[in-house]
């Protein structure tokens, strides 16, 4: 869509597609916004696949809006509210209870973050699940992207880079003012915040309270750091 949805209930419905499946939209572009809008539908299909919306770009934004559909599932890019976030987009005050399923950047709020775009003040409490790479907020973050005042309480499975809030941070992205209390389970560079940061990536003033079994390179707050990447001002007791 290229416009603005507010105000929208969807409840019983089963969407089914391919690429760019959402609950309200499949793809938002050039300042488009979605807002005060409640789904309680399932939503299939293989990349890009979101509660809300299968993909955000380009200045566009998705607020106060709230998924409760009782499954979420693809392949790649699998979120909560959105699959893909990009292009300085923006998600806030957005939460998901839905169980969320994928191969790869699987996330309780979105899939993928990059490019200068954030998620703020959101919540899951849904389970997510797949092979690689997810999150209880966020799958991967990259390219100065953030996640801002946001928790997980949800499950998370996964064989690797998995977190409780991110499974992944790259260049230049940030968490900070997060917690989790969710599990985490059977995963290998997982942590309590964030699986793995590289790439001069930092994790800021965040906690983790949830338990956490898996193989190797696992941690309270992250399973790996690499390259210049930072951890401040946080804790564990899980």
Avoid: P, W
């Amino acid at each position: 869509i290229h416009g603005t949805i507010q105000h929208i209930s969807i409840t019983e419905s089963n969407i089914i597609g391919y690429h760019y499946v959402g609950g309200i939209a499949g793809q938002l572009y050039d300042n488009s916004i979605i807002k005060h809008c409640n789904i309680n539908i399932k939503v299939n299909g293989n990349n890009y696949v979101g509660g809300i919306a299968g993909a955000l770009q380009n200045h566009s934004k998705i607020q106060d809006c709230n998924n409760t559909g009782s499954v979420i599932s693809g392949n790649y890019y699998i979120g909560g509210i959105a699959g893909s976030v990009s292009v300085n987009s923006h998600v806030q005050v957005c939460h998901n209870t839905g169980k969320i399923s994928g191969e790869n950047y699987i996330g309780g709020v979105s899939g993928e973050l990059k490019e200068n775009s954030t998620v703020q003040s959101c919540y899951n409490t849904g389970q997510s699940k797949a092979n690689f790479t997810v999150g209880g907020v966020a799958g991967t973050i990259s390219n100065n992207s953030q996640i801002n005042a946001c928790y997980n309480i949800g499950e998370i499975t996964g064989r690797t880079y998995v977190g409780g809030i991110a499974g992944r941070l790259t260049e230049i992205s940030k968490i900070q003012f997060c917690y989790n209390t969710g599990e985490i389970k059977e995963a290998s560079h997982s942590g309590g915040v964030a699986g793995c940061l590289m790439n001069n990536s930092e994790i800021q003033s965040c906690y983790n309270t949830g338990k956490i079994t898996g193989h190797y390179q696992i941690g309270g707050v992250a399973g790996e750091l690499q390259k210049n990447s930072t951890i401040q001002s946080c804790y564990n007791t899980g």
